[in-house]
């Protein structure tokens, strides 16, 4: 993945964690966000319909497809996609 793609999905994620601090689940900018952040690492998702925030820089995101990832952010700054 390119430098840019990296820098651009942890603005969103950040955008995403600090900017609301309403619920994921009842912030549809959140999903997009979320939606955003996997397809810019690459995994398979269509839409995020449910999120649950796990903790700080950390959420558990539930795509249509029936895909789960947990995105956050890693302890180097960097933000991670993992599929569950």
């Given at each position: 993945?390119?430098?840019?793609?990296?820098?651009?999905?942890?603005?969103?994620?950040?955008?995403?964690?600090?900017?609301?601090?309403?619920?994921?689940?009842?912030?549809?900018?959140?999903?997009?966000?979320?939606?955003?952040?996997?397809?810019?690492?690459?995994?398979?998702?269509?839409?995020?319909?449910?999120?649950?925030?796990?903790?700080?820089?950390?959420?558990?995101?539930?795509?249509?497809?029936?895909?789960?990832?947990r995105v956050f952010v890693n302890s180097q700054g960097r933000v991670?996609?993992?599929?569950?």
């Amino acid at each position: 993945m390119s430098r840019r793609m990296k820098v651009w999905a942890l603005v969103v994620l950040n955008t995403v964690l600090f900017a609301r601090p309403s619920s994921a689940a009842d912030a549809p900018d959140v999903l997009k966000d979320l939606t955003a952040v996997i397809a810019l690492q690459g995994q398979p998702c269509g839409q995020v319909v449910t999120a649950v925030r796990q903790g700080e820089n950390d959420y558990i995101a539930s795509c249509q497809d029936g895909s789960r990832y947990r995105v956050f952010v890693n302890s180097q700054g960097r933000v991670v996609v993992q599929k569950l």
